[in-house]
């Protein structure tokens, strides 16, 4: 009884996983679940962060706001 169970079982999990395999590409993520684009910097804020980083490695807070401030970046966006 507990052999033919576990082979119907299986049986429905191979189909399962199949139908989802077959839909997968069909399969479309709403908005809110999509990856966030890469933001990319643009010259002056890559050059000013190089700049400033060449002076000193590390960025306290309240230096790191500043400085995003200055570039127009997040405070998040720098290192």
């Known amino acids: ?3 033919s169970n576990m082979n119907m079982n299986m ?4 189909s399962l996983s199949t139908c989802s395999m ?12 999509r990856r966030k684009r890469r933001i ?3 010259q002056a804020q890559v050059y000013e ?3 400033r ?4 490695k590390y960025l306290s807070a309240p230096e ?3 400085l995003a401030s ?8 720098i290192p």
């Not at 049986?11 to 191979?14: F, H, I, L, P, S």
């Open 1 to 3: 009884m507990g052999g």
């Open 11 to 14: 049986g429905n999990v191979t």
């Open 22 to 33: 077959a839909d997968n590409k069909a399969m479309q993520f709403p908005l809110s679940q």
């Open 40 to 42: 990319l910097f643009t």
């Open 49 to 51: 962060l190089e700049r």
């Open 53 to 56: 980083f060449k002076q000193q």
């Open 64 to 66: 790191r706001e500043h």
């Open 70 to 77: 200055l570039i127009n970046l997040t405070p998040q966006q």
